[in-house]
């Protein structure tokens, strides 16, 4: 701030001390007279997307792989000083201790291969309920990669593992805890048969997420992503194979807006 700037501002102190103004007044005038934010910040290697929050409800993700542990560090600290929380996907141990260099109250979700920096939220604060549902064990790090972005984004989860269709009396024994959500993110490797199975016992969206996991003819997930593709049962969105992250997102925007109730109509 110039010195100029620094008189005026005093003055205006001023007057609003010796009730010469008041306070809506002042505020009133400094928002007229602030510079506007850029929507973007440039750091050379990166352009920071500072309105993404603004106009998509969740600030900017940091997508770690084939960044530098620096460089991932540099942006994250950058979006937190125009946002309140961060999320990094896909990141290293060494993406993590570059972030908490920076940002020391990062948190390094190693199985999900995320790190987060959030205010911490009560259980009453987060809104909606979304079921996190992992075919088997195997498939937790993509189950886990959706709950993480859905807890960041401050929806209320919860998680069911192991209930996979080779069993299929595990799934309908968790179902009625699993209707009360509003919607599901179902992630399942093999033949990718779970998503088509939930679709067909509950009466909201379900998020179909197919993993690498399984033997030759999976083809690294390609079995899962055709077979999720073509289920037969309607209700299912399909995304990428390992995608926790875009499910998780998308099942946050779908939670939020059934919180929220339908959008008000302007005539």
Known sequence: MMPDENNELRALLERVRRGEQDIDDALAHLQSDAQPLPPAAEL????VDHERASRCGFPEVV???GKTPP??????????????????TRASSEHAA???ERVPAATYHERARCITVAPAMTATERHGHVAVIAAGTSDLAVADEAAVTLE???????RYHDIGVAGLHRLTA????????????AVAGMEGALPSVLAGLVDFPVIAVPTSVGYGASYGGLTALLA??????????VVNIDNGFGAGYLASLINRRAASGPPSQTP
């Open 71 to 88: 460089d991932a560090a540099t942006i994250a600290a950058e979006i937190l000083t125009r946002a309140d929380r961060v999320l990094l």
């Open 228 to 237: 999720m593709l073509n289920s037969c049962a309607a209700g299912v969105a």
């Open 174 to 185: 968790k179902l009625e805890a699993i209707r009360r959500a509003d919607v599901a993110v």
């Open 98 to 100: 570059a972030v908490r």
């Open 63 to 65: 997508f770690c792989s």
């Open 44 to 47: 050379g290697f990166a352009t």
């Open 152 to 158: 960041i984004a401050g929806n209320r989860i919860e």
